[in-house]
């Protein structure tokens, strides 16, 4: 069992940044390949950025390459999802979640996870 709790989410303007954090219980961290997904109201779940156990490998949705960045540190059992550049089209709740998989996996398909959290609010104002 794996509990998720998400935290930095906030109303900030355009072309600000913010850094999400994603806190998980339980020893087994480094088993779990992360992901960040994001839903805006009247809109479908939307896969942000995945990043691999190991951390050597990362992936992102085309509408945030080159502004956000995924990273973990195992030590901690977080996850990161550093954003940079933001715009209104990125307010949404963002969600993080957790796969069972293998080492060097990027995980993009929301069926594959198994555990998320309860999400965060990001609001960027024009």
């Known amino acids: 069992q794996v509990q998720l709790v998400e935290s930095g989410g906030g109303l900030v303007q355009a072309g600000d940044s913010l850094r999400l954090s994603c806190a998980a219980s339980g020893r087994t961290f480094s088993s779990y390949a992360m992901g960040w997904f994001r839903q805006a109201p009247g809109k479908e779940r939307e896969f942000v950025g995945g990043?691999?156990?190991?951390?050597?490998?990362?992936y992102y949705a085309d509408s945030v390459k080159g502004r956000f960045t995924i990273s973990r540190d195992n030590a901690k059992n977080t996850v990161y999802l550093q954003m940079n550049s933001l715009k209104p089209e990125d307010t949404a709740v963002y969600h993080c979640a957790a796969a069972y998989t293998s080492l060097f996996t990027v995980v993009v398909d929301a069926g594959v996870y198994t555990y998320w959290g309860q999400g965060t609010q990001v609001t960027v104002s024009s």
């Open positions: 990043i691999s156990r190991s951390a050597r490998n990362t």
